[in-house]
């Protein structure tokens, strides 16, 4: 775990990420797949308004590709205030899968559709 969050941290410092510096090494890094066509483990960006991740895939830190998932605020908002049944692991699971399989579980067009952010 040492050693892949340390080749991580070196791939950061070479550019290969396309994403923001808000993105971070997910705590549980080794449970996640690496992408299939940069071939790096994601980056993500969790926090009260949004979950997505970053890899090397993209043009630039701004335009990059992402996998999504429901923010916590959004399923507070959406249940009366409670984070009961909120999953943790939506934005890991999320992306596994499109790594397994090519198609996106929660496109963000669609979570915008259904009211999730």
């Not at 071939?39 to 992402?66: A, I, M, Q």
């Not at 009961?84 to 963000?108: A, F, K, M, Q, S």
Request: proline share 3%.
């Amino acid at each position: 775990m040492i050693q892949l969050e340390r080749d991580i941290k070196l791939d950061i410092i070479a550019g290969k990420y396309k994403c923001i510096e808000a993105y971070k090494i997910p705590k549980d890094v080794d449970k996640w797949l690496n992408c299939p066509n940069c071939y790096l483990k994601p980056l993500v960006w969790e926090f009260n308004n949004d979950r997505s991740t970053g890899c090397g895939c993209g043009k630039n830190e701004y335009d990059h590709f992402s996998i999504w998932a429901e923010s916590i605020m959004s399923h507070v908002g959406r249940n009366a205030g409670s984070a009961l049944e909120y999953d943790i692991y939506e934005l890991r699971n999320n992306w596994n899968h499109w790594v397994e399989t090519g198609e996106e579980l929660c496109p963000r067009k669609k979570l915008l559709e259904e009211g999730k952010w």
